[in-house]
């Protein structure tokens, strides 16, 4: 769709798909077949090309094998450190607004452009990073790490738009994937388990450790913290009676602490590695700040530590801070910056 509409705007567009060399694990005995709901399988470069086709536009396919492969390496590293990663976020900040970018360079292309649900709006000689009109498909969140200087340089034909008009500019041009899925997954991991993407590439990780309820007694056992994420409630392998969750991974000691709804709340977090998509504040300010994709952004007050780290205190607590997400600050629609929660 970002393609039709820039050509119906009369941009000169050329299609790129990202190979990543990912293809959805098969069942024993079976064909591997790519059919999963994510959005760099085999079935979404055919509906590219596809696309490119009816078009009449270029189409390149760009082999990122080995880039796409440090995401997943950083994906098995958090979840050895007891963190919980987002490769989605690394991936428009590493590939497609930068890789990406690079290569529109390459070919003196003015723009990069991709169908993400967000906005990119001028003001103050500068360029400011907006959230998507249709607030439940909003993707501003995973999109805080493009460089400063990269808005200036990409368009994101759809982000004024509904999911629902989106589909019906689909069906006005003839394009026969207005009803396709939605993306869903993460596309190295079509089958959800994100414990055996680990053991594959962190087999020492998985080793046995022990669960502890809030006052520090034994509960349990496990058999590797990468089975684990804050705000977990099933899975756990333990029975107390109760509702209970993950409230802390201790990954030094291989420690599970599970407690109750009430014991997953925080007020707090401190986030490092922070991106900054306005001048950093030197006093500390108001922002919303969303701790999770599908997290609303709550009220904060927001305290700069320096260059990198932040400290945000809710007005009030928030359920499952989770180490390894990113937390994204914004002022109305504008994101102002992201970090890392430590």
């Known amino acids: 769709m970002a393609a039709c509409l820039l050509r119906e705007q009369g941009y ?8 990543t060399g990912v293809s959805e694990p098969a069942a024993e005995g079976a064909a591997c077949e790519p059919k999963h709901r994510g959005c760099c399988s085999a079935v979404d470069a055919s509906d590219a090309r596809s696309v490119a086709g009816r078009l009449g536009i270029p189409f390149f396919a760009l082999n990122f094998k080995d880039e796409f492969d440090r995401i997943i390496e950083y994906f098995a590293d958090e979840y050895e450190r007891g963190r919980t ?3 989605c ?31 990119i709006e001028q003001r103050d000689g500068g360029y400011r990073l907006l959230r998507g009109v249709d607030t439940a ?16 340089r990409t368009l994101f034909p759809i982000g004024a738009m509904t999911k629902a008009e989106v589909r019906d500019h689909a069906r006005r041009f003839g394009l ?5 899925p939605e993306s869903q997954d993460i596309c190295f991991v079509p089958d959800r388990d994100y414990a055996r993407v680990v053991r594959e590439r962190r087999p020492a990780a998985f080793r046995p450790g022990v669960i502890r309820d809030a006052a520090g007694n034994e509960v349990g056992c496990h058999e590797g913290i990468p089975n684990f994420t804050i705000g977990q409630r099933r899975g756990l392998g333990v029975a107390m009676g109760l509702p209970v969750y993950v409230t802390r991974i201790d990954a030094k000691t291989g420690t599970v602490t599970i407690g109750t709804r009430d014991q997953l709340h925080s007020s707090e977090l401190v986030a490092a590695k922070v991106h900054w998509l306005i001048d ?3 006093d500390e300010f108001r922002a919303d700040v969303k701790i999770r ?17 932040i400290r945000v205190v809710f007005d009030q607590p928030q359920l499952a801070i989770t180490p390894g997400q990113a937390a994204v600050l914004y002022d109305g629609d504008v994101v102002l910056a992201g970090g890392w929660i430590e």
């Not at 000169?12 to 190979?19: D, H, P, S």
């Not at 969140?141 to 400063?148: C, H, P």
């Open 280 to 282: 950093p504040p030197t």
């Open 293 to 309: 994709y599908s997290h609303p952004a709550a009220p904060a007050t927001v305290r700069v530590l320096d260059a990198q780290r």
């Open 12 to 19: 000169e567009v050329t299609g790129l798909f990202m190979r």
């Open 89 to 119: 976020v690394m991936c428009n900040e590493h590939l497609k607004f930068g890789r990406l970018a690079e290569y529109g360079r390459a070919v003196g292309a003015d723009f990069v452009a991709t169908g993400h649900y967000a906005r």
């Open 137 to 152: 498909k909003d993707q501003s969140y995973v999109l805080f790490g493009i460089g400063r200087d990269m808005l200036a």
């Open 85 to 87: 990663p987002n490769p």
């Open 176 to 180: 026969t994937l207005s009803d396709k």
